[in-house]
């Protein structure tokens, strides 16, 4: 079984202590050493006591927080793991009481994230939190007796005056001793008197102050204490973890985002053509727990005190201006609840222009707004909120006037030496993180700002588009309105859509997709099979409740009410449906007909009324429609097999679609079922033929001037993004495999590992469709042949069956299911004759024992039957799993090339640029998402699973070694080689005796 990293095993057993646990980097520093080494023995933290607040209440207060949701989830008992101790580090012994400072001195490793971050601060109470306080935090750690190393928070910004920085210490003029002393008898008043004289070139007193702190960590490193120091630069909210764009702090850049966002700041003197210097709190935090490691392994005890800068890589800082841009479209999009005034803030780097903005946009709007709650008789706010706004600004025009280069050498090579899945677990190579993230990246900040600083609820949003929509008084309000809706949204607004099979796998993310995404259509109408004793609307709600719909239920819950549900089956005339349900589906634009038989091993009736009489019955439907615009039809990019490379066109077969489909309204299943094998020539099986021949008929139809089109997804697995990674709740494809061998109930198939698989994630296949429905529609000439789209995956990305098995086992064994049958160590194999002892072996008898087992405990057996429709399933697929075929997909590709850079990033659909390393954590989402949607089986099962994984392993070994003694023995007495050793041994003893 899989043991821990090298990172894993640095921390494991160990005792951390941390300053500033409550802080933002210091709440996501303890969320990922618990979450990610969680096998160290304590994580000790120091807080502030509230008298009206016990340990236990703080203790319970950590749990709600939504960024430890993942391990309350996953393993919830390491938040027992969790000291609180009481204390303030301003104070000698950090304030502890005797118990707290014995907890504290059994520490291990130290980390000082604990600082005051208030630029405008005077200089007493800065010196008092950042110098004497990591004074006092390094006396304490002197006195712990398996001290290893303590590593202290500084800033990347504590040596203003050089232009290019060094990961080394800048010396300065003063001691930070005396500044110490200074602080211990100096009244506040006093020490703000002289702060001027003594900060030199720095602007205020927090990068002055964590400068000497830096010196006096120099200067305790060279008599022989262990420390290091990592420099951030800005913390910006988390690109991943724990959850993406985490923030629960106003200082630094989500601040300012927030107060733009709320109309509060609208003008800032700001140089837009200079870097913004930004690095994610999860990078950073990961960074530190390497950099802990690094330094306490480093065999060698470095002349000077080892400093880290970290910062993002270069490639990937980006202008202060394109940010701001940035940002500010994307707070239309999703803004938040109601501001002081519309957010349109801007920047400038001329003085006497900021002025004239700040009089103008900022004092004017507070003292009206004061002025009428004046005479609302209600407390008043503006003015006083302007003034610490003024002041932060103010402050901040020394760092937004500037440009600084942060050589960071030192921290890009740590991840010289981690393993593939030490990189991907504390990720900090933001050079491998995509350019086409920003957008979603920016959109992540803003979401968790308003989420989890202004606790403002996503499902706000659309009152908050309307709120902005009138915050602007004229005809600019409009133009937003018009500009904020893409050529994609506005095709489909006000259109009726109706969808065959909504409620099958792409049926249901078509219909989410759709309705997030063109929100401003008028119904989507959706056929399904009635269910007694549920009315139409409980069926709506029934989508409510499924996770994949929460996106829409937290942001724009109204959508749901233009579903509208409507009773039938494809497979009768008019789709069986009622008069007034009939009515409905006749006022639809838009036909996406999803609806299929999947069932390869089905006999031909069946899938013939499914995929051909079905597709005949919704066309004949649509041509009745008196304003349709446009079918689209779903086949499969399996349905010429004998094509070994595929075209996006029609290829011809001999059978008429007609015939079959007259055939089908008067013969037995029985009967047609004898005849499959003489129609069906070279296709594998009943699913592939009917689907050929529905393209046939569908071609038939648009020569006659019906307007459809045909999509042909390869195999369609989980959701890359949307609506949730991983999103699967079919049992059919991959997802079914995948599960079948994760339980150990699949160990061996017959497949080619040398081949490409052939799949498209659901999302990227929607999004396609939606795409193609659009251009199709918008065609002004008609094309001579029907338009066929494969709908498949870049050859670029496509990777053999034998690397995306090993990558699959590899994370199963990482976030393996609860208890299944047997130890998921399974085989792939090209042999049939192998693959035939490997079923007998560890299919059938297994099933044999277990059902055994359950007739003598006078249970209901069930092991024989699961496997014969196991094995039904497997000898359908081998025709695929040792077969490989090309699909042209040129049309499909070219659907780009007209998109606008928001419909590209909204109806994403380019794979090319999906990042390599990507590929760990996709396979990782499809197995959690076929864990959590399909077996309904919780994260927080997960360490359980892993403990019930290790017995599976134990018994699988055990098994093995007894079944091969047995028959090594049954071999050597069935040869006459027993009674030979067993003489052979006598002797040997006789020998020995004498």
């Known amino acids: ?313 270069e490639t990937k800082k980006r202008t202060m201006k394109y940010i701001l841009e940035k940002a500010k479209k994307i707070n239309f999009e999703i803004p938040v609840g109601i501001g002081i005034w519309y957010p349109d803030g801007i920047i400038t780097t001329n003085k006497f222009v900021h002025k004239i903005n700040v009089l103008f946009l900022h004092w004017f709007p507070a003292y009206f707004i004061d002025l009428i709650l004046f005479c609302l008789r209600q407390k008043r706010f503006m003015i006083r909120m302007q003034t610490k706004i003024m002041q932060g600004l103010e402050v901040l025009q020394f760092f937004t006037m500037r440009n600084w280069t942060f050589s960071s050498n030192n921290f890009k090579k740590l991840n010289d030496n981690l393993s593939s899945e030490e990189y991907q677990m504390f990720f900090i190579d933001t050079e491998a993180i995509p350019d086409s993230f920003e957008d979603e990246f920016i959109k992540n900040c803003l979401l968790g700002g308003r989420q989890y600083i202004l606790k403002e609820k996503l499902s706000t949003i659309p009152r908050a588009r309307m709120q902005i929509k009138m915050c602007d008084t004229n005809i600019l309000c409009l133009q937003r309105k018009m500009t904020n809706m893409n050529s994609i949204q506005k095709f489909y607004k006000d259109k009726t859509i109706f969808i065959t099979g909504a409620s099958g796998f792409m049926g249901k993310v078509l219909l989410e997709k759709l309705l997030y995404s063109c929100s401003e259509l008028k119904a989507v109408i959706i056929l399904m099979r009635p269910k007694r004793g549920k009315s139409e609307v409980e069926r709506v709600a029934g989508f409510q409740n499924i996770q994949m719909f929460q996106r829409i239920m937290n942001e724009k819950p109204h959508v749901m009410k233009k579903i509208i549900v409507v009773y039938g089956d494809v497979t009768l005339p008019k789709l069986g449906l009622s008069k007034e349900h009939l009515d409905k589906v006749l006022e639809s634009n838009l036909v996406f007909h999803v609806a299929a038989s999947l069932k390869l091993e089905a006999t031909l009736k069946p899938n013939i009324l499914m995929n051909l009489t079905g597709t005949k019955n919704v066309i004949d439907i649509t ?25 996006e066109k029609i290829i011809e077969w001999k059978d008429n679609p007609e015939d079959l489909i007259r055939c089908a309204e008067w013969m037995s299943e029985e009967a047609m079922a004898g005849m499959q094998k003489s129609v069906m020539g070279g296709h594998p099986n009943t699913y592939t033929y009917t689907k050929r021949l529905a393209e046939i008929l569908v071609r038939n139809e648009y020569s006659k001037g019906f307007p459809i089109c045909i999509i042909r997804p390869s195999v369609v697995v989980p959701a890359y993004k949307e609506p949730l ?67 498949t995956a870049s050859e670029t990305k496509k990777r053999t069956m034998k690397y995306i098995l090993e990558k699959a086992k590899k994370i199963n064994f990482e976030t393996p299911l609860e208890m299944g049958l047997w130890y998921p160590d399974g085989t792939i194999t090209t042999n049939k004759y192998v693959q035939k002892v490997n079923v007998a072996l560890f299919h059938w008898l ?149």
């Open 1 to 313: 079984m899989k043991g821990l990293n090298s990172v894993q095993q640095f921390y494991k057993d160990k005792v951390v202590f941390i300053t500033g646990g409550s802080g933002f980097m210091g709440k996501v520093l303890l969320e990922k050493l618990l979450y990610s080494c969680s096998s160290l023995k304590n994580i000790i933290i120091l807080m502030r006591s509230k008298q009206e607040k016990s340990e236990m209440q703080r203790f319970r207060e950590f749990k709600q927080l939504p960024m430890f949701q993942r391990i309350m989830n996953e393993k919830p008992h390491v938040m027992k793991k969790i000291i609180v101790v009481y204390g303030d580090v301003t104070l000698p012994k950090l304030g502890l009481s005797k118990e707290h400072l014995d907890k504290v001195l059994e520490s291990n490793l130290v980390f000082h994230v604990a600082a005051s971050l208030k630029l405008e601060a005077t200089l007493k109470p800065n010196i008092l939190m950042n110098l004497t306080g990591t004074k006092n935090v390094i006396d304490i750690a002197k006195m712990m007796p398996n001290h290893i190393l303590m590593i202290h928070f500084s800033t990347a910004f504590c040596c203003v005056e050089q232009e290019i920085l060094e990961e080394k210490i800048i010396e300065w003029k003063d001691n930070p001793e005396d500044l110490i002393r200074c602080a211990e008898w100096m009244s506040e008043e006093a020490m703000a008197d002289m702060q001027k004289s003594v900060m030199g070139g720095h602007p205020n007193t927090y990068t002055y102050t964590k400068r000497l702190a830096e010196i006096l960590v120099r200067n305790e490193y060279s008599k022989g204490f262990p420390i290091c120091i990592i420099r951030p630069s800005v913390v910006v909210p988390a690109y991943k973890e724990p959850l993406p764009g985490w923030v629960d702090s106003l200082n630094g850049p989500a601040g300012l985002m927030l107060g733009a966002a709320k109309g509060v700041i609208r003008s800032m003197l700001v140089d837009g053509n200079s870097k913004s210097e930004g690095i994610p709190v999860d990078i950073a935090i990961n960074g530190a727990i390497l950099i802990a490691k690094k330094v306490a392994n480093t065999s060698q005890r470095s002349q000077d005190v080892e400093v880290f800068n970290v910062t993002a890589s």
């Open 846 to 994: 297994p099933a044999y024992f277990i059902d055994f087992l359950m007739f003598c405990l006078m249970q209901k057996r069930f092991m024989l039957h699961v496997q014969n429709r196991i094995s039904q399933g497997l000898e359908v697929l081998q025709f695929f799993t040792m077969r490989q075929w090309v699909f042209l997909s040129q049309k499909f590709k070219d659907l780009n090339k007209n998109l606008s850079p928001e419909e590209y990033e909204m109806f994403f659909i380019d794979t090319d640029v999906v990042p390599d390393e990507f590929e760990d954590e996709f396979l990782r989402n499809c197995l959690l998402g076929a864990r959590q949607f399909i077996l309904k089986e919780p994260l927080s099962t997960i360490p359980r699973a892993r403990i019930q994984m290790k017995i599976a392993y134990v018994v699988d070994r055990l098994c093995k070694c007894l079944f091969f003694y047995f028959i090594i023995k049954y071999l050597l007495n069935s040869l006459g080689m027993m009674a030979f050793i067993e003489n052979l041994t006598m002797k040997s003893n006789q020998t020995s005796a004498i």
């Open 725 to 791: 990674p991983g999103w699967v709740d079919s049992l059919n494809g991959p997802a079914g495999l995948m599960l079948g061998a994760a339980k150990g109930v699949i160990r061996s198939m017959l497949v080619d590992g040398d081949l490409d698989a052939e799949i498209v994630p659901v999302d990227i296949a929607i999004n396609g469709t939606i795409i193609i429905a659009k251009q199709i529609a918008m065609q002004q000439k008609r094309s001579n042949d029907v338009e066929v789209f494969n709908v």
């Open 623 to 647: 041509k009745m429609m008196p304003n349709h615009i446009l079918m689209v039809h779903f086949s499969t990019a399996f349905c010429c097999v004998e094509q070994e490379i595929l075209e």
